[in-house]
T-cell receptor, first 116, second 114 residues
Framework: AQTVTQSQPEMSVQEAETVTLSCTYD???????LFWYKQPPSRQMILVIR??????QNATENRFSVNFQKAAKSFSLKISDSQLGDTAMYFC?????????????FGKGTKLTVNP | EAGVAQSPRYKIIEKRQSVAFWCNPI?????LYWYQQILGQGPKLLIQ????????DSQLPKDRFSAERLKGVDSTLKIQPAKLEDSAVYLC????????????FGEGSRLTVL
């Protein structure tokens, strides 16, 4: 079974600074996706960024980028120029693309607070 | 495009009572998921539907939880009888066919069992 570990329960950063959230995962599969989802206090999960395992190039979406280290099974999220609206729970998630059950397996989350 | 709709947003019940949650996925999305999110934890999959068939219900406590997706569109998750440990947010998500991988989530239904 796949597992996702987020070792930082809480983090804080000053507005406009950069912060990195850590995630490691465990799988024996080779074909999968990794995701970072954001859950603001209103609770609706929103996709932040996605990485296909077969791609060596790290995904980037505006201020959000990842550092995907496949051999180390590491998938960290970097948020540049942090904004107050980035305050939320961030979940790292894994999706196996083999076997027919394409479901998300989540980590426990990191609570990020951006301070003014 | 309308998002994933869920109701009710909040529900408070006594233990041993029953409750039902409803989800209407994004139009055209074949796959529907129910997740349970206990406070301070990441969401855990309860059940996954592909159209109106069950793909994965391995973590659904079948002695008290049931779910259906009639006609392959909206879905209902029922808990009967509820226990204190069922207090959680129940998230519905949907995904279109293809390999984009992205799940779209509803705002969730918060259940408190007293």
């Amino acid at each position: 079974a796949q597992t996702v570990t987020q070792s930082q329960p809480e983090m804080s950063v000053q507005e406009a600074e950069t912060v990195t959230l850590s995630c490691t995962y465990d799988t024996s599969e080779n074909n999968y996706y990794l995701f970072w989802y954001k859950q603001p206090p209103s609770r609706q999960m929103i996709l932040v960024i996605r990485q296909e395992a077969y791609k060596q190039q790290n995904a980037t979406e505006n201020r959000f980028s990842v550092n995907f280290q496949k051999a180390a099974k590491s998938f960290s999220l970097k948020i540049s120029d942090s904004q107050l609206g980035d305050t939320a729970m961030y979940f790292c998630a894994f999706m196996n693309l083999q076997g027919g059950s394409e479901k998300l397996v989540f980590g426990k989350g990191t609570k990020l607070t951006v301070n003014p | 495009e309308a998002g994933v709709a869920q109701s009710p947003r909040y529900k408070i019940i006594e233990k041993r009572q029953s409750v039902a949650f409803w989800c209407n996925p994004i139009s055209g999305h074949a796959t529907l998921y129910w997740y349970q999110q206990i406070l301070g934890q990441g969401p855990k999959l309860l059940i996954q539907f592909q159209n109106n068939g069950v793909v994965d219900d391995s973590q659904l406590p079948k002695d008290r939880f049931s779910a259906e997706r009639l006609k392959g569109v909206d879905s209902t998750l029922k808990i009967q009888p509820a226990k204190l440990e069922d207090s959680a947010v129940y998230l519905c998500a949907s995904r279109e066919a293809g390999d984009s991988g992205e799940l779209f989530f509803g705002e969730g239904s918060r259940l408190t069992v007293l």
